[in-house]
Structure formats: C-alpha cells, structure tokens
C-alpha cells in the first residue's frame, strides 16, 4: 500500500511535544532512571529507602529524582523532613512496563 504524503502539515508535531517527547524517552534510556520508575510502580518511597533498595548513593537518587521530577515523571509529597516519592504519569508507566514486559519475552 502506498504512503501518501499530507496535503497539509497537521500531522507535523510542534516543537513543545517533539521536546517532551525526546525528554520523555531520555528519562527512559537510563537504567537508573529505568530502576527507580521501576521500583516506585507499586508503591512510594523516600529517597533513602529507594538508595537502600537500589544499592544507590543518596546523591545519585536525589540527582535522578529530580531529573524525573522536572519532567512530571514522579511527584513527593513530605512528611516531616521526608520526602516520599511516587511515579506521576501513567502514560508513562505503562510504557515502562510494556517495554519491559517485551524484553522478558526474548
């Protein structure tokens, strides 16, 4: 079947999305960044507890918390001088975890 190219340019993205997009996927061609989403998919954590988990440095988590957090990928809330982290889109998730689930199937 033969592609037709579009009359108009309505199917172009705009320059926003192409960004949020290419972040998005970047966010998600880290494996430490791939471990914490992972890790947070069932449930929230602290920082410390997501080092400890990980077997992370606390400074590597903060960094990659907040490299996730700039692009609305996980969200916290605080408890005292606590912050408990959590994922933030589903979108998102889901695509982690079809990935992954495509990988096991190899």
């Known amino acids: 079947m033969e592609r037709k190219e579009p009359q108009n ?10 960004f949020i997009v290419s972040q998005t996927f970047k966010a998600l061609a880290d494996p430490t960044r791939i471990r914490i ?7 929230e954590y ?13 400074s590597t988590v903060s960094h990659q918390l ?3 957090k700039n692009l609305r990928l996980v ?4 408890e005292g001088t606590t ?3 959590s994922y933030d889109d589903d979108h998102v998730m ?11 199937h190899h």
């Open 9 to 18: 340019h309505i199917n172009e993205l705009d320059e926003d999305t192409l």
């Open 37 to 43: 989403l992972h890790l947070l998919f069932n449930r």
């Open 46 to 58: 602290s920082v410390n507890e997501i080092a400890e988990q990980l077997s992370l440095l606390q």
């Open 66 to 68: 907040r490299f996730l």
């Open 75 to 78: 969200k916290f809330r605080r």
């Open 83 to 85: 912050l408990f982290y």
């Open 94 to 104: 889901s695509i982690l975890q079809q990935t992954i689930e495509h990988a096991n």
